[in-house]
C-alpha cells in the first residue's frame, strides 16, 4: 500500500508560481513511476505531467510544456511539480499518482495509488 499526500496549492495571481509536492508512505517510492493530474470545475481529469522511477524521464501536456517541470527525490519519497508562468486556466485541483511500471502511463484510472488532491487557483 502507497499512501500519497499532495500539498504546495493555493491562490497565485496569474503569471505567478507554485511548487506541489507528493509525499508517499508505505512502500519503496523508487519502484513507482508517478505522474500529476489536474481536474478543474465542470471537466474531466486530465494528464499534466509524468515521471519514470528514477527520473530520468519526464512527459509532458502540451498546455503546460516549457511552464511546468516535475521532478522526484527518492531519498525524501516525494515529487514535485514547479508550476511557472500560471494562466486562469491552470486552475484546478491536482492530484499525484504511482504505478509500480517503468513507463508512467498518461491515464489516471491506470495508476495503483492516488492522492486527494490540493487547490490551485490562479486569479487574473
Known amino acids: 500500500q502507497v499512501l500519497l499526500v499532495e500539498s504546495g496549492g493555493g491562490l497565485v495571481q496569474a503569471g505567478g508560481s507554485l511548487r506541489l509536492s507528493c509525499a508517499a508512505s508505505g512502500r519503496t517510492f523508487s519502484s513507482y513511476s508517478m505522474g500529476w493530474f489536474r481536474q478543474a470545475p465542470g471537466k474531466e481529469r486530465e494528464f499534466v505531467a509524468r515521471i519514470t522511477r528514477g527520473g530520468s524521464m519526464t512527459y509532458y501536456a502540451d498546455s503546460v510544456k516549457g511552464r511546468f517541470t516535475v521532478s522526484r527525490d527518492n531519498a525524501k519519497s516525494t515529487m514535485y511539480l514547479q508550476m511557472n508562468n500560471l494562466k486562469p486556466e491552470d486552475t484546478a485541483v491536482y492530484y499525484c499518482?504511482?504505478?509500480?511500471?517503468?513507463?508512467?502511463?498518461?491515464?489516471?484510472?491506470?495508476?495503483?495509488?492516488r492522492g486527494q488532491g490540493t487547490q490551485v487557483t490562479v486569479s487574473s
Open positions: 499518482a504511482a504505478r509500480s511500471t517503468v513507463v508512467p502511463p498518461a491515464v489516471w484510472s491506470q495508476y495503483d495509488y
